[in-house]
């Protein structure tokens, strides 16, 4: 089973990317569905509130709060392209590396261990996505 397969090559230290829907799959469940996450992060996806306009989808920054190799080089400045009604919560927040502000500040980064997330697309934020997929393949080389 893939799930089981999963697990095993995150077991093994081999470095996993989850990308917006990939990333919020990390999670324990969601709002969205009665289905399981993954539940490599503890907590849950919640929808965006219905303050904002819905579904978030355009170029927005990153609150960086800490360190993470996924995030060499880049910097608050940078956009990154958004589109998603729903986000992970962590239940831990020390999993969180970048928050972005869309009505509330949400995990747009996360991390621990050899499992990364992240809630916007780097392959369609210019050359700061560019960065990130780099610096995730630099740490598959690893």
Known sequence: MLRNKIFSLVDEGVPLLGV????QLLFESSEESKGEGLGLFRGRVVRLPKTVKIPH?????????RQCDLLAGVSED???????????????AAVVVAETDYGLNFASVVNRGNIYGTQFHPEK???????VLRNFVGIVKK
């Open 20 to 23: 917006c829907l990939g990333m």
């Open 78 to 92: 940078d956009y990154f392209y958004f589109v998603h009604s729903y986000y992970g919560n962590p239940a831990d």
């Open 125 to 131: 934020s210019g050359e700061p996505g560019v960065a």
């Open 57 to 65: 989808m355009g170029w927005n920054t990153l609150k960086i709060l």
